[in-house]
């Protein structure tokens, strides 16, 4: 005779014939789909923050993409450009590889003193130490992974190449001689950088 409430309702029977309670198994099957949602979730959890670290290494770049457009910098990189136009017939001799690197970095040196004495305010030497610190900082937010590398290589690189083969020899010698270790090592990071990954892309 079964007591009140224990009625064969209330029981299954398992593999081996013995009786087992309903809710029983109801509260194991909820057990285990407990453990099921909550390993389902975790690599769940880690993608979304991924995805978030993702976007934001974007807007960081992003960040930096509107910095360089902002009239400080801008203004710097009209002048670093525009300049070689008073050099017109210069610039065809470089282009048709008339130069050497080295005669290269002895004009272009000869450029920036030349700025600086018609102009201590506004000149090529203060556009290049904007330019050195825009690009060093944009080196260490990649570096750091706060930046999205491929974004920042695809906006800078025809840029950071440009400056670099024109500058990059002014910067050279002016660390070396000054001893000062990052000076215009972020544009020449980025510069040669893009460059590999450019000349290893499918």
């Given at each position: 005779?079964?007591?009140?409430?224990?009625?064969?309702?209330?029981?299954?029977?398992?593999?081996?014939?013995?009786?087992?309670?309903?809710?029983?198994?109801?509260?194991?099957?909820?057990?285990?789909?407990?453990y099921?949602?909550?390993?389902?979730?975790?690599?769940?959890?880690?993608?979304?923050?991924?995805?978030?670290?993702?976007?934001?290494?974007?807007?960081?770049?992003?960040?930096?993409?509107?910095?360089?457009?902002?009239?400080?910098?801008?203004?710097?990189?009209e002048?670093?450009?525009?300049?070689?136009?008073?050099?017109?017939?210069?610039?065809?001799?470089i282009?048709?590889?008339?130069?050497?690197?080295?005669?290269?970095?002895?004009?272009?040196t000869?450029?920036?003193?030349?700025?600086?004495?018609?102009?201590?305010?506004?000149?090529?030497?203060?556009?290049?130490?904007?330019l050195?610190d825009?690009?060093?900082?944009?080196?260490?937010?990649?570096?750091?992974?706060?930046?999205?590398?491929?974004?920042?290589?695809?906006?800078?690189?025809?840029?950071?190449?440009?400056?670099?083969?024109l500058?990059?020899?002014?910067f050279?010698?002016?660390?070396?001689d000054?001893?000062?270790?990052?000076?215009?090592?972020?544009?020449?990071?980025?510069?040669?950088s893009?460059?590999?990954?450019?000349?290893?892309?499918?």
């Amino acid at each position: 005779m079964l007591n009140p409430g224990t009625t064969d309702e209330n029981y299954l029977k398992d593999k081996s014939g013995t009786r087992v309670s309903k809710l029983a198994v109801f509260k194991d099957a909820l057990e285990t789909l407990s453990y099921i949602v909550v390993a389902c979730g975790v690599p769940i959890f880690f993608w979304q923050q991924s995805d978030q670290v993702a976007a934001k290494r974007v807007e960081n770049t992003l960040e930096y993409i509107r910095l360089y457009q902002a009239d400080r910098v801008a203004s710097s990189r009209e002048q670093l450009v525009s300049s070689w136009f008073t050099y017109s017939e210069q610039v065809k001799f470089i282009n048709v590889g008339g130069i050497s690197s080295k005669m290269l970095d002895h004009f272009v040196t000869l450029m920036i003193d030349e700025s600086v004495k018609e102009n201590k305010d506004y000149n090529l030497r203060k556009a290049l130490l904007v330019l050195n610190d825009f690009f060093n900082q944009l080196d260490i937010c990649i570096k750091s992974k706060a930046c999205d590398k491929k974004y920042a290589q695809t906006y800078f690189y025809a840029e950071a190449g440009q400056f670099e083969n024109l500058y990059g020899g002014w910067f050279r010698k002016n660390r070396e001689d000054l001893n000062l270790a990052d000076f215009g090592s972020g544009l020449e990071a980025i510069a040669q950088s893009t460059a590999a990954d450019a000349t290893t892309s499918p």
